[in-house]
């Protein structure tokens, strides 16, 4: 019997640390393989979704489905912080609601989408915390068009909060359309 599994957690860490069974870890290890994840091979993207699409298509009964350009260069734009499976539902509701035998931009929902970003932003190591957290809502912000209510998904706080410490940093935001 083979087992294939994934994680995203450092398993050997975690038996170090006693919150992983050693036992099960030397039985499921036996050979372990790091696979990249997508951000850090774009150039798999393409190919990937071309299969996905046609798999997802004949097992939809839809007719055969191609990415348009401009979808493909989206798709290979964007980081992938889920990976193959947030790459498959993406793909997958496209196939859906796609008209015509191209998915294209619109289809990919592409303003759910954020663009790659040119690696983590570094900030000096003497950053007072209060600079740190206006810079990052500065960039989130910045990063979702000023959008207020997808910036504090993002953050993972409550648009009013996120409303007061835009006020009490003096940023510019731009109210839910």
């Given at each position: 019997m083979r087992l294939i599994s994934a994680t995203h957690h450092d398993v050997e860490g975690r038996v170090r640390e006693g919150t992983f069974r050693s036992d099960l870890y030397y039985r499921i290890g036996a050979h372990p393989l790091r696979v990249p994840p997508l951000?850090?091979?774009?150039?798999?993207?393409?190919?990937?979704?071309?299969?996905?699409?046609?798999?997802?298509?004949?097992?939809?009964?839809?007719?055969?489905?191609?990415?348009?350009?401009?979808?493909?260069?989206a798709l290979a734009g964007y980081d992938w912080p889920g990976n193959i499976r947030e790459l498959r539902n993406v793909l997958e509701r496209a196939l859906l609601v796609a008209r015509g035998s191209t998915i294209d931009t619109g289809a990919l929902a592409i303003d759910r989408v954020a663009p790659a970003?040119?690696?983590?932003?570094?900030?000096?190591?003497?950053?007072?915390?209060?600079?740190?957290?206006?810079?990052?809502?500065?960039?989130?912000?910045?990063?979702?068009?000023?959008?207020?209510?997808?910036?504090?998904?993002?953050?993972?706080?409550?648009?009013?909060?996120?409303?007061?410490?835009?006020?009490?940093?003096?940023?510019e935001q731009r109210d839910p359309a």
């Amino acid at each position: 019997m083979r087992l294939i599994s994934a994680t995203h957690h450092d398993v050997e860490g975690r038996v170090r640390e006693g919150t992983f069974r050693s036992d099960l870890y030397y039985r499921i290890g036996a050979h372990p393989l790091r696979v990249p994840p997508l951000r850090e091979r774009r150039e798999d993207i393409g190919p990937l979704a071309t299969g996905i699409v046609h798999r997802l298509a004949t097992d939809l009964g839809r007719p055969h489905t191609a990415l348009s350009p401009d979808a493909n260069e989206a798709l290979a734009g964007y980081d992938w912080p889920g990976n193959i499976r947030e790459l498959r539902n993406v793909l997958e509701r496209a196939l859906l609601v796609a008209r015509g035998s191209t998915i294209d931009t619109g289809a990919l929902a592409i303003d759910r989408v954020a663009p790659a970003t040119s690696g983590p932003e570094e900030f000096p190591i003497d950053l007072p915390l209060e600079e740190l957290e206006r810079r990052h809502i500065e960039r989130v912000l910045r990063h979702h068009g000023g959008r207020v209510d997808r910036a504090a998904v993002t953050l993972g706080i409550s648009r009013s909060t996120l409303y007061s410490r835009i006020k009490g940093f003096q940023l510019e935001q731009r109210d839910p359309a």
